[in-house]
Nanobody
């Protein structure tokens, strides 16, 4: 069974940066991908992006995220950890950020993911 634990959130100033981590334990199949979602108060969980677990670190970003150029997903295979870097933070980035696992890198719906972490809160002050 895979367990995912997010960390790195907090109260941050607008214009700043944050790097969130998602550490995986248990067996993650090489064909899997790990993804990031975020959920703001009163809104549905929104896909941010995903990255292959092994092999080439191919990424898939939500179209809205890709256009902004502020989000970068990366991984450290030795540490079994993926990261989400968010630059030029905006108050609209305030949300709980979750990571989860999927068998399809191109999946963008929450129902295609499992093994959800508990989330990490990012609050951006203006």
């Amino acid at each position: 069974q895979v367990q995912l634990v997010e960390s790195g959130g907090g109260l941050l100033p607008a214009g700043g940066s944050v790097r969130l981590s998602c550490a995986a334990s248990g067996r993650v199949f090489s064909s899997s991908a790990l993804g990031w979602f975020r959920q703001s108060l009163g809104k549905e969980r929104e896909f941010v992006g995903a990255i292959r677990w092994s092999g080439a670190p191919t990424t898939n970003y939500a179209n809205s995220i890709k256009g902004e150029g502020r989000f970068t997903i990366s991984r450290d295979s030795a540490k079994r950890t993926i990261y989400l870097q968010i630059d030029s933070l905006k108050p609209d980035d305030t949300a709980v950020y979750y990571c989860a696992k999927t068998s399809n890198l191109w999946a963008m719906s929450a129902h295609e993911y499992n093994s959800w972490g508990q989330g990490t809160q990012v609050t951006v002050s203006s």
